[in-house]
């Protein structure tokens, strides 16, 4: 008898459950409910892990030192400088060229990169970084030409940036319109960002050969002021302008902040932070509070969303501009990220920067990490997932589950 003791009390159990469904649920709800334990067999299925969903990411390029930014060539090779002076060709006929007159120190060196829109016909490179000059520390922006793995044919773009330990900016790119835009920081002079006759602070915005646009809007390279130190700029489908920007730091660090860049704006520092407002000046979009820090650097557009590198903030931050939700990915996995684009494929790389000073070098440190789409995807299923689960026990709900 103690045998079928735990079989009887089962068939107990199924018969309060079947009695149960009948009398709780109508006909057309019986009907629901039947039908959706058939799609719950078909979701599982669907939205189970196989090892190769699991490889959201790839290591591409180890061992850097202190790289600070990555352009892709046509033939999926990869330009890479490295603040110590370093530019770097890694993939086919790859090559090694110190910069000359490059200098490292603090945030200083050899920052950003940009290629022209004709480089497949002109080899044009574009480099920003930190000279020494009989006026001292310098910021300056060259053109070169790349052919032969030697730089040659060297231009003065832009000169007499003010540099300092920190807040030297640095990001160069060609934008929508064929203008090149270059930030910089206020080189620690923070009352340099509201002087619009100053180069400090500010994203400028000059043509190919160092000469003005017509519309510049106060008839110099300044294209928008009052910044602290914009480390990443880049433009979405409707062509706007969005830049990153590192706020205040030492023991009162935060508000870091999302802009969105109209030409000739004021965007504050050091008058207002954050979500301060002030007649004739910019509010952020986003920023991080007076708690948070991301110290963000480079970003990227993709899908409607806008990816930032967090440095200190150890994280790839995505801002959805519909949503005007933030997101926050990657969040320690692998230390401080520098910069983040959009590659072949319509992956996303990012770079790490924990050789820096400020981090915790890992081993293979630093490195160029791609990110397959399908991790952004992982979590569009994951939020169907639930909806469907929520839905199918929902009998009243009118879903379409399939």
Known sequence: MKI????IILLTFAIIAIASFYLLYSPKERT???KNVDNLKIILSQNSTSPQDEEKTEVIVENLNIPWEIVFLS???MLITERAGTLKKMGNNGFEIQVPNAVSLGEGGLLGLALHPD???NQWIYLYHTTRTNAGLRNIVERYKLSDNQLTERKVIMENIPAAQNHNGGRIKFGPDGFLY???GDAQNSNSAQDKNSLAGKILRLKDDGSLPEDNPFGNPVYSYGHRNVQGITWDSQNNLWATEHGRSGAASGYDELNLIRKGANYGWPQIQGDQNREGMESSVINSGATNTWAPSGMAYQNGSIFFAGLRGEALYEYEIDSKEL?????GEFGRIRNIIVGPGNDLYILTNNT??????RGGDDKVIKINSSFFEGDEKKS???FKMHAMFSPSANVNLN
Do not use: A, Q, V
């Open 384 to 386: 169907l997932y639930f």
């Open 32 to 34: 629901t409910l039947n």
């Open 75 to 77: 033939d999926g090779s």
């Open 356 to 361: 820096d000073g400020r981090g915790t070098p």
């Open 119 to 121: 480089y497949e016909n």
């Open 327 to 331: 997101k926050t990915h990657l969040k």
């Open 4 to 7: 079928y003791k735990p079989i």
């Open 182 to 184: 270059i930030t910089t």
